[in-house]
């Protein structure tokens, strides 16, 4: 098998920063780069590399393309999931974000070299951060280097955005740049920089040129910028919200009603909207999600959030999944919030479309903290319809990704808000 990497992924493997980016669009050849990436260290008995995909399926492709060429080289494939063990006693062992303790479970181990494949599939930096303390190596002479591969967009896309500074013009693409102790550098390749696959499939590059603005400029182009993004529910309204100033410093008033709506998750994020009212004006004061916490961790944050200014919570509404029942207590989630103090109140029960009209139709009131509601913010402005790779087309359903927790919890805020309206009694509900 030949191993010529394409000039770009030459830079890559050449790179001596501690934490290196590469990719930032599709088909740059990211993964054979990853591949090759670890043949530096091969050679020596004390290497252990650690591979990182999100989910299962995506890691046996990793896998099988890996072990094409590192078979050749004397490795063993072992275990699952798997881990290749080379003639020298150098191992690289895979795994996959799929488990709730997933992102504690390398906590103790050490690894010398850690590719995170799709690194925009992590949710959140302090995430990040905790499993990079697994990168370390006693040995000199097998200095600590993390890898990670991406496109545009993606749950964590803003952190590892600000992280490697892309777009910030005082640190270019493919220039080391040091940050607390640490060097970086973003190496960004897009199908352009892949001649092998210009010249095995032409016709991807075809369909990646025909593809709706926004996605032709982050697949095609690998565009971070933060613009209209396609296919998107309240671009219209929030590009509005901003050029009437309705999104900057908001005031917390502690006379004021206060309300929270929220979006609760299980296996990913939870989302708290914080609203205040003022005549006809509604102040969005606060936004807070988390992911993998408990309900205590959210009760706590409301206590942390109330006790710094000085204000009481009239109400906590919550759609019906709060009536579900804990597999592992066999309680209902609105009994556990009941016994701290947290009565829940259900939002109607609306289809998502008929939500989604009445959040389009309530944006126009609100006024966005920008600091404190700069996550929901981004959020609202994310949130858009599922595309059809195969009809080159948008979907009437919304994509379930990391906007949708922050969209959701605002949707629900806008079909509470409507009922209320509607049924005569919002001056007694929301106190103005």
Not at 304 to 327: A, C, L, S
Not at 398 to 417: I, Q
Request: aromatic share 12%.
């Amino acid at each position: 098998m030949t191993l010529k990497p394409t000039p770009k992924q030459e830079v890559m493997l050449r790179s001596t920063a501690d934490f290196i980016l590469y990719g930032g669009a599709r088909a740059g050849g990211k993964t054979f780069a990853a591949i090759l990436w670890f043949l530096y260290r091969i050679h020596n008995p004390h290497h252990r590399g650690l591979v990182i995909r999100r989910n299962a399926k995506d890691l046996s492709d990793f896998v099988d393309r890996a072990f094409q060429v590192y078979k050749d080289l004397g490795a063993k494939k072992t275990g699952n999931p798997a881990k290749f063990t080379f003639p020298s006693g150098a191992i690289i062992y895979t795994g996959h974000l799929g488990t709730d303790d997933a992102y504690t479970a390398y906590q103790g181990h050490e690894y010398d070299a850690i590719l995170i494949e799709e690194l925009t599939h992590i949710p959140t930096k302090i995430l990040f951060e905790k499993m990079m303390g697994s990168l370390r190596s006693p040995h000199k002479e097998l200095k600590p280097q993390f890898l990670g591969t991406t496109n545009p967009g993606g749950v964590g896309a803003e952190w590892v955005k600000e992280y490697w500074h892309i777009g910030d013009a005082s640190k270019p693409m493919g220039v080391k740049f040091m940050e607390e102790g640490l060097t970086k550098c973003f190496i960004q390749a897009t199908v352009y920089d892949n001649p092998h696959l210009l010249e095995a499939d032409p016709k991807y590059v075809k369909y990646l040129e025909s593809l709706p603005d926004t996605l032709r400029k982050q697949w095609l182009e690998g565009d971070w910028s933060d613009m209209d993004v396609e296919g998107a529910y309240y671009s219209k309204q929030m590009n509005t919200a901003e050029l009437a100033d309705r999104v900057g410093k908001v005031p917390i008033e502690p006379a004021l009603k206060t309300f929270t709506f929220w979006d609760l998750g299980i296996s990913d994020a939870t989302s708290i909207w914080v609203m205040q009212a003022y005549k006809n004006e509604i102040r969005a004061i606060a936004y807070y999600e988390n992911n993998n916490e408990g309900l205590t961790h959210y009760i706590n944050w409301l206590h942390d959030f109330r006790d710094t200014h000085g204000i009481n919570f009239t109400g906590h509404y919550f759609p019906h999944d709060i009536e579900v029942r804990e597999m592992s207590t066999g309680k209902k989630r609105s009994t556990f919030l009941r016994s701290k103090g947290i009565s829940p109140i259900l939002v109607p029960n609306k289809g998502i479309m008929d939500g989604i009209e009445a959040a389009r139709n309530i944006i126009p009131q609100v006024y966005f903290d920008a600091d404190r509601c700069s996550l929901g913010i981004k959020a609202l402005k994310n949130y858009r319809k599922e595309f059809d790779d195969k009809r080159n087309i948008y979907k009437d359903q919304p994509l379930h990704d990391w906007a949708s927790h922050g969209a959701d919890a605002f949707r629900y805020f806008a079909v509470a808000w409507t009922k209320t309206r509607a049924s005569g009694d919002g001056i007694k509900s929301w106190g103005y």
